[in-house]
């Protein structure tokens, strides 16, 4: 990376996020990074945009915050504009924090989430409690799915939301205090930089949606645990936009659950679950529509 005098000499932390269009939350966001920590010195903030189709309003946000801006070139999806990222990063950072746009950082979120992560040196990832701006908690620590849980999720979650496999799903609450998960929301996360590194980062074949449940899977596969950390804490003040997707969203969304499943469980003699799941996510998705 080249030098500029407007970064920090020496940063240890990136923190990160895609813009798409972003325009009316990225101003929001980048505003509340510097009182999330008490060492804004060492922390570099870097937007990734993926083609938006006002570019400008996105670069002259980022530079009004002191941020960097990087074009992607095109719309690599999310988990590939921040892998885009990623690899400019100077290699004094050590760990990186993964955001949305449409998220608003509380003062010293990621100071509680970088001391979780120093602690022990097996967490790969640390995720915060993110809120809606209704007060309503969102389900940002999860279990890892399983052909079961993934199936039964899929075809009871709209018709009988509180069913026992949408329940094991959705993992802890706020009010449990802090514990490994399977994977953690990629609305908002800290990840050792190193281990993204090790594992080629997010794979860029989930363009949308199960990018950060595989990248949770993986770092568990590799020895690292991800963490849930509700003493950091986020809102995620753009959650609202993500119930009214479209239908080409709800079915990629689908077809990304059905790429992980069929990956984690790949064994021949599986594939009659992997139909009935698929079959499973065919209906929620018909449902939904």
């Known amino acids: 990376m080249p030098n500029d005098p407007s970064l920090p000499s020496a940063p240890t932390v990136a923190v990160v996020t895609v813009s798409y269009n972003s325009g009316r939350f990225l101003g929001e966001f980048l505003a509340s990074v510097p009182a999330a920590t008490a060492h804004p010195d060492v922390v570099l903030t870097v937007v990734a945009d993926n083609a938006s189709a006002d570019p400008d309003a996105a670069r002259l946000t980022t530079e009004r915050a002191g941020a960097r801006f990087v074009e992607v070139g095109r719309n690599a999806g999310y988990g590939g504009a921040v892998n885009v990222a990623v690899d400019g990063l100077p290699p004094s950072v050590r760990y990186v924090l993964v955001s949305n746009p449409d998220v608003v950082l509380t003062p010293g979120a990621l100071d509680v989430l970088v001391a979780t992560a120093e602690a022990d040196p097996r967490i790969g990832a640390v995720g915060p409690a993110i809120w809606e701006p209704t007060g309503e908690s969102y389900p940002s620590a999860r279990s890892l799915p399983s052909l079961r849980t993934g199936l039964g999720h899929a075809v009871f979650a709209d018709v009988w939301p509180g069913n026992p ?111 009935a799941l698929r079959v499973g996510l065919s209906l929620r998705a018909l449902v939904q529509r």
């Open 165 to 275: 496999w949408t329940r094991r799903y959705h993992g802890p609450g706020p009010d449990q205090g802090d514990q490994t998960v399977g994977w953690l929301s990629g609305a908002c996360l800290l990840v050792r930089r190193d281990a993204f590194d090790r594992l080629g980062g997010f794979d860029t074949s989930f363009f949308m949606y199960f990018e950060d449940v595989d990248l949770g899977w993986r770092l568990g596969r590799a020895g690292l645990r991800n963490v849930y950390q509700p003493r950091a804490d986020v809102t995620h003040v753009g959650a609202h936009s993500t119930r009214n997707e479209s239908v080409a969203m709800r079915r990629e969304h689908h077809r990304s659950a059905y790429r992980f499943l069929s990956r984690k469980y790949s064994a021949w003699w599986l594939w009659p679950l992997r139909l």
